[in-house]
């Protein structure tokens, strides 16, 4: 991964923040990198939110240190450098696409040209239509543009492709992609690690308001080892979970998948076991299997260090 000079555009030193006696951030550490894509990823509740509406001046932190480019969070000149996709944002009915755009680029002094922004965003075919009636997906590439109009140094995106189909998902996930490539700094978050592992340059692994794991998709990966089995198969969980070498069984529709230290070892019992399954494949273990594994393990990894690598 590329270290650059520059420094961080958010940085969070022994940060807490409650919700009553309840804790969301357990005096974190964290330092986005400069250029690039960063996922941040963790199960509902993890303290992703909080750690974000931290960073924007929407929560006052209960304790610790939080610097966004290099200033005060909720600052006004701070604010200006800021765009911001929340997942559960929303905007007045009876304006347009296009009448939403031009109200926002009053906000800020060097907007980006209108029309340039529509066809930029994919929004040509229903600018003129009043946001009441888009679909949830169109509704989501309208917020997506808003929070890119002011040319921010610093975007976050909560859950950013919730509602689109396979296409248009597609679409935002390459004008992502050349917004960061201009040297915008992109947090994203989301439940789809096919997206995390598609776009994100880093990956952060939050849960129970630390920061467990830091690294690169293949980095996150390094954590289990192994193989992952799955196949159509009668076999009990519990009995999956007895053969040598598995670290977990679990269901997914009709298929039966194994995380396994020893592939050849399991799979020489399981075809003992069940000699009739079928629809096998073997692969290297996903994404979505380290996240399981990072969160389930009782013992938690150590944050990475600069250079990359997992403690």
Known sequence: MTITNQPSPLVAEKLSHYFGKKRALNSINIAIPSTGI???????G??????????????????????????????QAIKQQIGVMLQDADLPDLLTAREHITLFSTYYSNPINID??????????????????????????????????????????????TGLD????????????????TGTTI?????????????????????RGQLIADGSA????????????????????????QLSGVRSANRSGRYLEVVTNNGTETLKELLSKDPKLSDLTVQKPTLEN??????????????????????
């Not at 040509?124 to 109009?149: C, N």
């Not at 396979?166 to 490539?181: K, P, Y």
């Not at 380290?290 to 403690?311: D, H, V, Y």
């Open 116 to 161: 340039e922004l529509i066809k930029q965003c994919d929004l040509i075919e229903f600018a003129d239509t009043r946001y009441r009636k888009l679909s949830g997906g169109q509704k989501r590439r309208v917020q997506f543009a808003l929070a890119i109009l002011g040319r921010p140094k610093l975007v976050f995106l909560d859950e950013p492709t």
């Open 290 to 311: 380290a996240f399981t594994q990072l969160i389930n393990t009782p013992k938690k990894q150590s944050t990475r260090s600069n250079q990359g690598e997992l403690a």
């Open 46 to 75: 993890a303290g992703k939110t909080t750690l974000i509406n931290c960073a924007l001046g929407l929560l006052k932190p209960s304790s610790g240190d939080l610097r966004v480019l290099q200033g005060k969070a909720g600052t």
């Open 166 to 181: 396979i296409d248009a998902r597609r679409v935002l996930w390459n004008t992502i992609r050349e917004l960061s490539s």
């Open 218 to 241: 293949n980095e996150i990966r390094k954590v289990v080892s192994g193989a992952v089995i799955r196949c159509e198969s009668n076999l009990s969980i519990s009995t999956a979970e």
């Open 38 to 44: 960063t996922a941040l990823l963790g199960a509902n």
């Open 187 to 207: 947090v994203l978050t989301t439940h789809y690690l096919e997206e995390a592992d598609a776009l994100a340059d880093r990956i952060m692994v939050i849960d």
